[in-house]
Structure formats: C-alpha cells, structure tokens
C-alpha cells in the first residue's frame, strides 16, 4: 500500500498529477499571491523528490526545464513522488528581480521562521511543504544578470550522497562548493535532504543548451533512483571531472570590455581573456588568465568597472582533458536532443 503524501492540508492519491497553490502574501493591492506547486504521483512507492526553480527570481532557465520535465512520457510510469515547483520566489519573478520587495535574498534566508521577515515567510513556508515531504531535491540556477555559467553542478562532494546524486547528474564539470549559511542546500542537508544545485546559463534568459542538460539531468537522477525506467541511452555517462577550486578574473580598470574566450575554453596562465579600453582606444590593459583553468562563468556586458568579476575559471588536474570532453560534450547533446524530444508528450 504506498504511503500516504499531504501538501497543505491536502492529501495526494496515488496515481495522480494535482496542482497546489501555497499561500505567500497578499500585493498591496490585496492580490493574494501563491506559490504554484504541481504533485505528480505514481501508482508505486518510490522516493519523493522535489525539483524547484526560481528562488532568485531572475533566473528563468529552471522554469522551462520544469515545464519540459512535466510534459515528458516517461512520467507516465513514474514510482514515487515528484514534486514540481517551477517559481519559488514569485515576487521576483513578478519584478523580474533576484530579490524579494525588502532586497533579500531568498537563499540567504533558509530556513527561515513563519513571524519573520517576507524572505524567511517564504523559506519557512518552502521547508515545511516541501523539503519536509522529501526525500532528494535538485535546485535550478542560472548565473547572475549580464554573467553566463557553463552548465555545472555545485555541491559538497566530499559528502559521499552529495557526490553520488552529482555524478548521477550527468554534467561533465563538477564544482566541489562548501554548503552556504542561509541557502536552501544547506537548511536541507541539515534535514538530511541532500540537494543538487544546478547552474547554467544567464539570468532573464532562456539558453536552449543550458535547458535541454537541465531536462536530461533531472530525467538521469529520476532514473537512477528506481522512479523511472532506464533510458534508451547505450553510451554510459561520462565521467565528470571535479574542480576543488576557482577563482574570477577581475577588471584592471573601468571602460569598455572585448572578450576574447568562450564559456568552456581552455586558459593558461597569462592568456589574453579579453581586453578593457576607454571609449577612445587610449588606455588599454589585457585581462590575463592567473593559472590553467577552464572558464565556467564570464560576463556578458561590455560595460565594466574596476574590480568587477569579468571571468570564472576553474582549475582542475588535467584541463586540456576537461576542455575536450566539453566539446564532445556539447556535440553529443545535440544530437541526443533530436532523438529525445521524440519522448515528450505532445
């Protein structure tokens, strides 16, 4: 007999897909305003896994890798419980803002209180409902607005479930990160909900790459952990390579950047990254990698000033290595993304 699922007071059959708004907050316009969460259940017993977007309510790649994930047919044959929340933060999205109206940041709040302020409402709200009727949860990102992310997962990988659910991703980087007071990866782990976090692409837009990684790696852990059938795929997953370490690239001065790389290059210590001038092509100083690393994030606005993080570059044991399976990477996924859109629903 599976095991009973409640969500606000609301008992989820068996076998079923129900959406559930969770009361936020009212605008000052005395709108309420919901969070929307879509339960979908199947007929057998498995684990319960939430997938959640949004927290920063700029960054949208999440949402459609949600939705995308929703439609699939594979969920038709889905054991256990997938718990879908494609907009947590739902101020921000409203304001296209990272933040919430009082400039918190929501995954500085976890785990919040139920009589603090909005963001540690909203935190606390997040834990009760949903972190605490799971049992695994992936957390979509993108980079910060004008800043691009290759898409990577970050987590504590010297945790051993931590690393496990990483490998199991099917990313070919790897960012071993320290659990960050306030976030939600922290405030679950300490529940012993281990979260994945994943980032890819820029905030306030939609990066068909970033997306369609996103999908197949939600769909890889689903699968790894019984709630789905295996996939159709013959080439087992790649070995991800694991950066213990990375450093930003800063402005030498203010003025105008031209970037020379690419998200995924290969860089060696004292390669040219890009170059910062004045308006008038006057005073010009080359931005120079500080060691051999692979760019991981970088800044996508011309406009710079002094001490600004212009690029993210990751070190790791072997980067000529990572840099070419990156490519093959990236290759590979696009011709896998043909055959797998075959497998959504119409």
């Known amino acids: 007999m599976p095991q009973p699922f409640t969500i606000h007071g609301q008992a989820i059959r068996p076998g079923t ?3 559930v708004d969770l009361p936020v907050a009212q605008l000052h316009t005395h709108t309420p305003v919901n969070m929307p969460v879509q339960v979908v259940r199947g007929r057998g017993d498995g684990p319960r896994v939430f997938v959640s977007a949004a927290i920063h309510g700029d960054e949208l790649n999440g949402v459609e890798i949600i939705r995308r994930v929703l439609r699939h047919k594979a969920l038709k044959r889905l054991r256990g419980t997938l718990v879908a929340v494609p907009i947590v933060n739902v101020h921000g999205v409203l304001h296209h803002s990272r933040y919430l109206p009082d400039r918190r940041d929501l995954n500085r709040s976890f785990p919040g ?20 009727n799971c049992d695994y949860g992936i957390d979509l990102h993108t980079g910060a607005i004008h800043r691009g992310n290759l898409p990577q997962i970050r ?38 909900v281990p979260v994945l ?38 080439r087992p997953l790649p070995e991800p390579y694991v950066a213990r370490s990375s450093n930003w690239v800063r402005a030498p001065q203010s003025g105008f950047l031209r970037t020379t790389v ?29 060691g051999e690393g692979i760019v991981v994030g970088r800044t996508n606005l011309p406009l710079v000033n002094e001490g600004d993080g212009l690029f993210h570059i990751a070190r ?18 696009e011709a896998f993304s043909t055959n797998e859109r075959g497998e959504e629903a119409d």
């Open 197 to 234: 976090l994943y980032e890819a692409g820029e905030a306030l837009r939609f990066d068909e790459f970033s997306i369609r990684v996103g999908v197949r790696g939600v769909l890889n852990v689903l699968r790894a952990l019984g709630m789905l059938r295996p996939s159709r795929r013959k």
């Open 17 to 19: 897909r129900t959406t």
């Open 316 to 333: 790791f044991k072997a980067a000529d290595e990572v840099a070419a399976e990156l490519e093959a990477f990236q290759s590979e996924e």
């Open 155 to 192: 987590a504590d990988l010297d945790d051993p479930e931590a690393d496990r659910l990483a490998k199991l991703f099917g990313v070919p980087v790897l960012l071993n990160s320290a659990l960050r007071d306030g976030s939600l990866r922290q405030a679950a782990g300490d529940r012993g």
């Open 113 to 132: 209180s139920e009589r603090g302020s909005l963001a540690a409402r909203l935190a606390h709200l997040f834990m009760t409902e949903v972190v605490g």
């Open 262 to 290: 690419e998200l995924g290059a290969l860089v060696k210590k004292g390669d040219r990254l890009g170059v910062v001038s004045d308006p008038f092509g006057e005073q010009e100083e080359t931005v120079k990698a500080l």
